[in-house]
């Protein structure tokens, strides 16, 4: 009998998945733009109000989604039971070769380069920036393959790690009594609805990650149960989270500072603890990079394997590993592409596959939530409040990329997401239509 994938994660686990997913660099530098795009910081922790309303409506349907499936790479066998084996291939597809290749390469640069800050004082160099990162891809990498309890412990630690610095910062603004320097107003203070629009872009950007939790469904302990609480809960910590820290931010810095900083939480930081510097900050930059790192290798491969299981992907991405029970050959998969990206661009130039992450993201977080009214319409068990919600957020969602559309600075990265679709579907018509084929027939 072939080894199987076993059930490891219990909710806490589960939990730091969700909150490890979400909370990444993003938090450190999304302020920033977010105020940029405002006149007030009411209006700014508007944008962020409004992104976490978004994203609980995310989560709840998610959480639906969640009690219906206990398999590893849940969301793809979502998409594949509302829509077929063809939008669920592109999908896992997108995900491998665009979204989390880029996360990944990109991700593992920020760690390395903010790690050498806090232990050394100084960035690498150009030749190391690249080394460290594939180093530290294959060490994480490593980790994962070894267990899925391992994975999950580097998880818990670095989200443990990582909420504790983000709350320090916040309590240093609570207790601090240097007032924040003061500016002459940005503006009227007139607010827009396209103000509100464009903030959200960025904001719910940096909210994206909980739909991880489905992916490792099938190695959570009573997923049915555990899966949708540790969503719904996961997503609540992290609005609260990052409410916080923006008011942290303003409260420290002002608005103009936020507007204008260059590095928002050392300079927060030094406001109320100048010694404690640069270093210090970048170290808490590095604890949650490595976080996310980690759960890309954590969750992601589950979607590959799961794929590979159902026979439209390669045959040896959907075996387990006999002895340690992880899908070694999907992790190591990821890891390589990652690792090949920054080989061949460079830390300076890795971004520039990321371009269509937000749109390829969009499009089939639409498509996941929205399958809640098809499925609910072949019978099954789905309340009214959750098909709302899921109608809302795919709305939001459309509405985004819509708004991306709009901005002649964007558009390449609408065409670049939208290129991508077009050749995950070129390889599935070539290589796996036949096989889908046979196996819906």
């Keep these: 009998m072939a080894p199987t994938l076993v059930r490891a ?243 420290l810095l002002g608005f103009d500072g936020v507007r204008n900083g260059q590095a928002l939480a050392a300079e927060a930081v030094r406001r109320v603890v100048p010694a404690w510097g640069e270093r210090a900050v970048a170290a808490a930059v590095t604890i949650s990079a490595l976080g996310v790192l980690n759960a890309q290798f954590l969750t992601g491969p589950r979607l590959t394997q799961a794929m590979a299981a159902d026979g439209l992907f390669f045959a040896p991405f959907a075996r387990v590993h006999p002895r340690f029970r992880t899908p070694a050959a999907a992790v190591l998969l990821l890891a390589g592409f990652a690792s090949a990206l920054l080989l061949a661009l460079g830390k300076d130039r890795v971004d520039e596959i990321t371009a269509g992450v937000v749109v390829v993201d969009a499009v089939f977080f639409a498509l996941t939530t929205f399958s809640l009214w098809i499925l609910h319409r072949r019978g099954a068990r789905v309340t009214l409040l959750e098909r709302l919600a899921g109608l809302l957020f795919a709305m939001a969602e459309i509405g985004a990329i819509l708004a991306l559309a709009q901005r002649d600075d964007f558009r390449k990265v609408v065409i670049s997401a939208l290129g991508a679709i077009g050749l995950a579907a070129v390889l599935y018509v070539a290589r796996f239509r036949r096989v889908g084929s046979a196996l819906s027939g």
């Excluded at 939990?15 to 209006?43: E, M, R, S």
């Excluded at 590893?72 to 989390?100: D, K």
């Design 9 to 251: 994660l219990g909710f806490f686990d589960t939990l730091c998945v969700v909150v490890g997913g979400i909370v990444g660099v993003g938090i450190f530098f999304t302020p920033k733009t977010v105020a940029n795009l405002v006149a007030t910081p009411g209006q700014a922790l508007l944008v962020w109000g409004f992104a976490a309303v978004v994203a609980y409506l995310g989560a709840i349907s998610f959480a639906a989604l969640g009690k219906r499936t206990d398999r590893s790479g849940g969301q793809y066998v979502i998409l594949r039971e509302a829509y077929g084996r063809a939008p669920a291939f592109l999908y896992v597809v997108c995900n491998l070769t665009l979204v989390q290749t880029g996360a990944v390469a990109i991700i593992a640069s920020i760690t390395a380069e903010y790690g050498a800050i806090a232990v050394l004082g100084y960035p690498l160099t150009n030749a190391a920036g690249v080394v460290v990162p594939v180093v530290l891809i294959a060490v994480i990498a490593l980790v994962n393959v070894l267990g899925v309890k391992a994975g999950a412990k580097v998880q818990n630690l670095t989200v443990v790690a990582k909420l504790a610095a983000l709350l320090t910062l916040v309590l240093l603004a609570v207790g601090s009594d240097a007032a924040p320097p003061s500016t002459a107003p940005a503006s009227t203070g007139t607010w827009t609805p396209s103000m509100l629009l464009a903030g959200l872009i960025p904001a719910m950007f940096a909210f994206g990650g909980w739909q991880q939790a489905l992916w490792v469904g099938g190695e959570v302990k009573d997923a049915e149960r555990t899966v949708p609480r540790a969503i719904l809960l996961g997503v609540l910590v992290v609005a609260g989270v990052y409410l916080s820290v923006n008011w942290a931010f303003f409260a």
